[in-house]
């Protein structure tokens, strides 16, 4: 198929690991920032309790996730 390009393959993201791993106290700044990125861009911070809503928002206001992250 000239001109068109295959969709890129990516390995699906283990958020209920990684909300498990939160809750534990066992990731580190960067991986709280990747696993809060996923679930605002995936939607799934919307079912999630306030918190992890309240997280979210730190992390954008401090430009980590987002349309304006860094």
Known sequence: MKGKRAPIKRARY????????????????SATI???DYL????VIYALQGSYQRMAQ????????GHNAR
């Open 58 to 65: 730190a992390l954008i206001d401090a430009g980590e996730i």
């Open 14 to 29: 283990d958020y209920v690991s990684g909300i498990i791993a939160y809750e534990a106290g066992e990731l580190d700044d």
């Open 34 to 36: 990747e696993l809060f």
């Open 40 to 43: 605002l861009r995936s939607g």
